[in-house]
T-cell receptor
């Protein structure tokens, strides 16, 4: 019962570097989400994909891009990392009207 | 824009005490979800409340949904160290889920 799997779990980048966070779910869910979590801010939605082939901006999309590779996989890319993007990133999936299932997060530090 | 306000933001109490945390909004919820997040993990759903006035119990945890569906509370009886974590309320705004900022709860032995 893997659920939602995120890789990597930890990453340190230098300002200006790029990287892609990977997310895969094995529950056959249509919708997938990327959040960032900062102290005192709860979870803020970066991008989401309501169904395969569609992506939409969330609350804080600037500096990020996403790809819904197939029904299982939804990746988040930082093209030019900035210190303000230091955060914990969570991927989630769900079916319409159902609660979201979360991965265990990627802890990202930008120096 | 933060649609959900949780209070308190931080709470530290002794084992065996009771506590209540709150989730409020100026908007009516279609339903409300409560999640718990432990260190190093993602949030995990505890309960969903749907009907105004609804009360759900999960062992020592009691969840209430306000009659007007604009507020909810989580009451923990006889708190234990294993209850330590971040408690988040969330309101579905399909296809999205809007979260409160969370209540960080610490139960001291």
């Amino acid at each position: 019962n893997a659920g939602v799997t995120q890789t990597p779990k930890f990453q340190v980048l230098k300002t200006g570097q790029s990287m892609t966070l990977q997310c895969a779910q094995d529950m056959n869910h249509n919708s997938m989400y990327w959040y960032r979590q900062d102290p005192g801010m709860g979870l803020r939605l970066i991008y989401y994909s309501a169904s395969e082939g569609t992506t939409d901006k969330g609350e804080v999309p600037n500096g990020y891009n996403v790809s819904r590779l197939n029904k299982r996989e939804f990746s988040l890319r930082l093209e030019s990392a900035a210190p303000s993007q230091t955060s914990v990133y969570f991927c989630a999936s769900s079916e319409r009207g159902q609660p979201q299932h979360f991965g265990d997060g990627t802890r990202l530090s930008i120096l | 824009t933060q649609l959900l306000e949780q209070s308190p933001q931080f709470l530290s109490i002794q084992e065996g005490e009771n506590l209540t945390v709150y989730c409020n909004s100026s908007s009516v919820f279609s339903s409300l979800q409560w999640y718990r997040q432990e260190p190093g993990e993602g949030p995990v759903l505890l309960v969903t409340v749907v009907t105004g006035g609804e009360v759900k119990k999960l062992k020592r945890l009691t969840f209430q949904f306000g009659d007007a569906r604009k507020d909810s509370s989580l009451h923990i009886t006889a708190a234990q160290p294993g209850d330590t974590g971040l408690y988040l309320c969330a309101s579905p705004r399909y296809p999205k889920l809007v979260f409160g900022q969370g209540t960080r709860l610490t139960i001291n032995p």
